[in-house]
Antibody, heavy 124, light 110 residues
Framework: QVQLVESGGGVVQPGGSLRLSCVTS????????MHWVRQAPGKGLEWVAV????????YYADSVKGRFTISRDNSKNTLYVQMNSLRTGDTAIYYC?????????????????WGQGTTVTVSS | QSALTQPPSASGSPGQSVTISCTGT?????????VSWYQQHPGKAPRLMIY???HRPAGVPSRFSGSKSGNTASLTVSGLQAEDEADYYC??????????FGGGTKLTVL
């Protein structure tokens, strides 16, 4: 049974930092590109970032570029995102998700496995 | 403002078919065959229903189908069932290692 479990969310002041984690099980983690997707309260989905299966490539939405850093530790089957200079507009549920195809050089086929999300609230 | 345009709502009676559209541009939907559709029930994580325009992942009922014409992609749900009531989101590769989502469509089963 494949599971993705996010953690690390919480309440932080504007300008602060948080590091989210996504621990996976039942998935050949090192074979799959991994994404972070967020959803602001009552709003739609927004893609945040993706990292290649081996961590050699990472790409970001313009809204978080320069502030967020995605990374992974394949030995721990864990995905991370370091979020700095947080803004109120970053308030959202953050989901990690695995792309449906493996070991490729393209990372946007579709996100097949999702975690349950962790909530980040940026407020003073 | 979402990069891809979806109708905010759609509805149908049990057993009927409903189609949800997702309109983009030649830089996203029209330029690539990397359109996906996600179903999201309240309080739950999204679920992939369609990838690469028309492919269904394992476990997704054949009632769900996807297509694309020009800059518009479509999700059709045939033989509507009560459990199909949910929010549906399209996404498309938008070039330059970017992904765009639609604003979502709330599907109501009457």
């Amino acid at each position: 049974q494949v599971q993705l479990v996010e953690s690390g969310g919480g309440v932080v002041q504007p300008g602060g930092s948080l590091r989210l984690s996504c621990v996976t099980s039942g998935l050949s983690f090192s074979y799959y590109a991994m994404h972070w997707v967020r959803q602001a309260p009552g709003k739609g989905l927004e893609w945040v970032a993706v990292i290649s299966y081996d961590g050699s490539n990472e790409y970001y939405a313009d809204s978080v570029k320069g502030r967020f850093t995605i990374s992974r530790d394949n030995s721990k089957n864990t995905l991370y995102v370091q979020m700095n200079s947080l803004r109120t507009g970053d308030t959202a549920i953050y989901y990690c998700a695995a792309d449906i195809k493996w070991l490729g050089s393209f990372y946007f086929f579709g996100m097949d496995v999702w975690g349950q999300g962790t909530t980040v609230t940026v407020s003073s | 403002q979402s990069a891809l345009t979806q109708p905010p709502s759609a509805s149908g009676s049990p057993g009927q078919s409903v189609t949800i559209s997702c309109t983009g541009t030649s830089s996203d939907v029209g330029g690539y065959n990397y359109v996906s559709w996600y179903q999201q029930h309240p309080g739950k994580a999204p679920r992939l229903m369609i990838y690469e325009v028309s492919h269904r992942p394992a476990g997704v009922p054949s009632r769900f189908s996807g297509s694309k014409s020009g800059n518009t992609a479509s999700l059709t749900v045939s033989g509507l069932q009560a459990e199909d009531e949910a929010d549906y989101y399209c996404s498309s590769y938008a070039g330059g290692n970017n992904l765009a989502f639609g604003g979502g469509t709330k599907l109501t089963v009457l």
